[in-house]
């Protein structure tokens, strides 16, 4: 792996998960058995990818908790036998080199990765957003193909993007493409729309939480203005559009994004993860078979 650090934003309030995220990160919401970003630490992992920042804020203390070994629970378990709820810990043992740092005021995404300037060090990176899973059956397949484009076409950015219906374009940044260099599987950008209308949007092309960043980006998010009091990434983007090159990604069709932004999609994401579970999954899917046949 030529790119070696990640950065993982986890800063933000919840709001729209609320009263859930009233005392717990949003990110620690369970989904499956698992809290959601530890499925975004394990896809990094599953490259090869060791450095890792995760950019946290107050009432995110549970983050550093979840990832920290807790020796005092394991010999509790041992002394019991309980070696298969052991095993389920195995999180706490990946070879990983985790940092946290705070971002004190929410100033929007972009600010937040400015955080990162000093743990990046002049290298690109990727980025994960803390409440986005990618669900793939090769896990990291499609970071892999974000970093190999970005290496390949010497791109500034490199963004994945998912396909969403016409009427959800207005939730998302959404791509403008570079016809010219449509390949398909990846594309370079002409442009990007911040929620366009659908008599505005140029495609139904959405931006889907995995980037990756020439460390040019930090330049970019100092020349960004305030925008409804946050700093938009979307808007650093565009800055480097200017100069550079930023391609795109497609998510492949057995490729999925869920994520735990509003109670719509986390709900969606823990039935996915839920009915796929190897001890429940079946009973869970009869049970909402007989829920839904009353």
């Not at 000093?118 to 059956?137: M, R, T, Y």
């Amino acid at each position: 792996m030529t790119i070696r650090k990640a950065v993982i934003p986890a800063a933000g309030l919840g709001t729209r998960m609320l009263p859930a995220t009233k005392s717990q990160p949003k990110e620690m919401l369970p989904v499956g058995r698992k809290p959601a970003i530890q499925y975004v630490v394990e896809e990094l992992e599953a490259i090869g990818i060791k450095q890792i920042l995760i950019i946290t804020g107050q009432k995110k203390r549970a983050i550093e908790d979840h990832f920290d070994r807790d020796m005092e629970l394991i010999r509790y378990l041992e002394e019991r036998g309980n070696y298969d709820l052991i095993d389920a810990l195995k999180h706490e043992e990946y070879d990983l080199h985790l940092f946290y740092t705070r971002q004190s005021e929410q100033k929007g995404t972009a600010h937040a990765m400015s955080l990162a300037e000093d743990f990046v060090n002049n290298e690109p990176f990727v980025v994960c957003l803390g409440d986005a899973i990618i669900k793939s059956p090769q896990p990291g397949s499609l970071l892999k193909r974000l970093i190999d484009t970005h290496e390949k076409r010497k791109s500034a950015v490199t963004i994945a993007f998912r396909e969403v219906s016409k009427e959800n374009v207005s939730k998302y940044g959404i791509a403008n493409l570079d016809t010219k260099y449509d390949y398909g599987s990846e594309f370079k950008l002409s442009g990007l729309i911040e929620k366009p209308t659908i008599n505005e949007t140029p495609s139904n092309l959405a931006i889907s939480a995995r980037y990756v960043f020439s460390p040019e980006i930090f330049d970019a998010i100092r020349k960004t203005p305030i925008n409804k009091g946050e700093y938009q990434i979307t808007d650093s983007i565009r800055i480097l559009m200017n100069t550079q090159e930023v391609w795109g990604v497609r998510l492949l069709p057995d490729e999925f994004r869920f994520d735990v932004g509003n109670y719509k999609s986390y709900f969606e994401a823990f039935l996915n993860f839920a009915f796929e579970d190897e001890d429940y999954g079946d009973d869970l899917k009869n049970y909402a078979i007989n829920l839904l046949g009353k």
